[in-house]
């Protein structure tokens, strides 16, 4: 992609937060948690198990809810960072992309921003029940391709490649630290709540694989 394009597509992204910035869960298109879903096939008991194998406990839920404050006021801030580096990685935007004619969709791209915003809060939360594992099976085959583009009614790429699923587990984590330890927190508490985050989108990373995997081997 051009440089004068990008950094157009990285402008529409970032002039679309204002607006962003207000929505309430209600309002957002697509957004579905909480409404009646199909059950996850990744039952409770196997969460739990997921959790203990990730050391994973309920003081990482305690940090997670303690992080809900510090990062509410930076939600948009976040997404720049992370639609930012999506934007200038054309192996990633391409995602985002109409099909047809190669470019990326900004209407797409605004839409899943909203509700990329809402998971932001919704992770903080850290309410794992079985509306919360239902709504992460919806995200699951939003990326693949057996929901892929559904949501939004879009023509775009039909499937998120597994790759791109896992590695970017390190850019959305790592770049959370920095807003983490705006909040006033201690060192301490900051390093606790990005290590409860570690966690919690490693686990998410885990549930969203399940369509990626043979039946019978999840
Ligand atoms: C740790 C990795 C990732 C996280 C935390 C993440 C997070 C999210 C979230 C929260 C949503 C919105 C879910 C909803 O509909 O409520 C979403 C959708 C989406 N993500 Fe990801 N994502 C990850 C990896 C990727 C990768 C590697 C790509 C490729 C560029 C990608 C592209 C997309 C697209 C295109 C959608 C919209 C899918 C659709 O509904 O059509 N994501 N992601």
Redesign the pocket.
Known sequence: MQPSKLAGLILTVALTTTLLASAKPGTIP??T?GKPLPTSPVSLEMLADIKKSLLFTADDEKYLRMSHDVLKPQVEDILDVWYGF?GSNPH??V??SDARTGKPNGE?LKR?RK??G??ILDTARADYDQNWLNYQH??AL??HRT??????G?S?VPH?HFR??V???YP?TATLKPFLSKGGHSVSEVEKMHQAWLKS?QL??ILWSYPYIKQGDF
């Open positions: 697509g957004y948690y999506v990633l935007i995602y985002f797409y899943v509700r990329f809402q998971w919806q995200i939003r990326h929901g892929k583009n559904k949501t939004d879009v775009s998120i791109h699923l590695a970017l587990h959305v989108v998410q990373v």
